[in-house]
């Protein structure tokens, strides 16, 4: 039977206690490391993005996917507050709907993290290329500075080497938080906090620069693409809450913490919903910010066709654009720095920069955290070589899953562009708050007298909704990103079924049980 083999919820508590992490976060710690997860280049960087994608209709587009991440993350809540261990997503559909399903989602969640990492590291290295050109007038050849640009033929992917090959600095940030991480997570979330200081300022900066030279005139037209482009551009205002999504995410690491965290029954949800709740009104004051002052309509082709920002036709229209000597803020790659040079603030420009370079690094550290934490219960499980889950005897670390996860980042960083990592990070996402979304109703019927610390409000309502507003979201992504989800899923069901499987603690117990030992 495919679907026998079922983890309840006190067996992941008792594996947990015997090979457990140490618990060292509280409160405030995990809404920092929330923050610190969410507020990176979602909104440093994508937001250009989103423009070219929307125009100023980016700001429904926010609000749409803020909506989507609040009631998963209410559904997150009720399910790490009873089982606060690592794991997220795959520990629930585990103790749900059992182990296939649970590996379907820890193979999602791998997409999840280990990308958007890779998005984040690419990011940060867009900024700070831009920074070190405005102080020293040194510009690193745009050949080392960015990966290939990639779209579609048919269902054939194109790769155009012209304006990069390879992203140098983006893996040198890779590995440098890779040893970050190894070294130990108490430090990491010292780190983490100092960072999240660093960004809550420079976007507090920008807030209080730009809100006030707001012009209605930037609004119109408001949705130049309309609120739904053609099946699989991704444009529009909901292809842009689609990529936008990737903004809000990294809540969901905060759950991948609760087996490090004190009393997790109460900090977990605390973390959740706080970070989520601070950082959504940050991101509707700063896109109000970019739009109102300086604008942000996106760019067409000489013959007006829409343009999608990771394709090869909008960055030889940006350089054309350049050489004309004009720099719209869809084509930049340092979007709120960008906006404060255009209002004439340059030191306050050159500031935000310096502070992105700078904390954008704590965003990287949270989703290789993330991904390490999944790996790390999947390898506790025997799902993965067991070896993997060993906990350094000094740092108290998983060091050698954080080794080949930082590498594994470092190499997707190397090769892709921020936009269509985030959209291909945003499909494993979406389908892993998905099954969080229909676990927690399940787990509702069928252990409805389990003490729940935290209980989902309005669950039926609510879970419902995350399902169905995960499930539009999906679709709203560009045709390349919804098709890597089944593939990549398609590569985790052989090494499930070739390797997994066989050495699975629940497994292995059953088949004990069936022999009469």
Known sequence: MLFDRIKSLDEILATAEKKSLHRSLGAFQLTMLGIGAIIGTGIFVLTAAAAQKAGPGMMYSFIIAGFVCAVAALCYSELVAMAPVSGSAYTYTYAVMGELMAWTVGWALVLEYAVAAAAVCVGWSGYVMGLVQKATGFALPELLSRGPSWSMNGFMPVIDFTHGIVNVPAIIVALVITTLLVKGTSESAKVNAILVAVKVTALSAFIVITLPLISGDNFAPMLPNGWVGSQGSGVGVVGAAASIFFAYVGFDAVSTAAEETKNPQRNVPIGLIGSLGICTVFYMLVAAGVVGSVGA??????????????????????????????????????????????????????????????????????????????????????????????????????????????????????????????????????????????????????????????????????????????????????????LVLPIWGSVGLAIYFLYSRKHSHVGKALAEKAAGK
């Not at 965003?363 to 934490?373: C, D, E, K, P, S």
């Not at 499980?381 to 080949?404: N, Q, R, S």
Request: aromatic share 10%.
């Open 297 to 482: 309509q996106p760019i067409t082709s000489l013959t007006g066709a829409v343009l999608s920002p990771d394709s090869a036709e909008f960055v030889a229209r940006c350089a054309q654009l350049a050489s004309e000597g004009s720099s719209p803020i869809v084509c930049s790659h340092e979007a709120l720095a960008e906006v404060l040079s255009k209002l004439h603030y340059e030191q306050v420009s050159k500031l935000v920069g310096l502070a992105a370079s700078i904390a954008l690094p704590s965003v990287i550290l949270m989703m290789i955290f993330g991904q390490t934490r999944i790996f790390f219960v999947m390898a506790r499980d025997g799902l993965l070589p067991e070896k993997l889950a060993d906990i350094h005897p000094k740092w108290k670390t998983p060091w050698l899953m954080t080794i080949v996860t930082g590498i594994f980042v470092a190499i997707a960083a190397a090769f892709f562009p921020v936009g269509q990592l985030a959209d291909i990070s945003n499909s494993g996402t979406l389908f892993a708050f998905f099954m969080v979304s229909i676990a927690v109703l399940i787990l509702r019927k069928t252990d409805p007298d389990r003490h729940r610390p935290f209980k989902t409000p309005l669950i039926w309502v609510v879970a419902p909704v995350a399902a169905a507003g995960t499930l539009f979201l999906f679709f709203s992504l560009p045709t390349i990103a919804q």
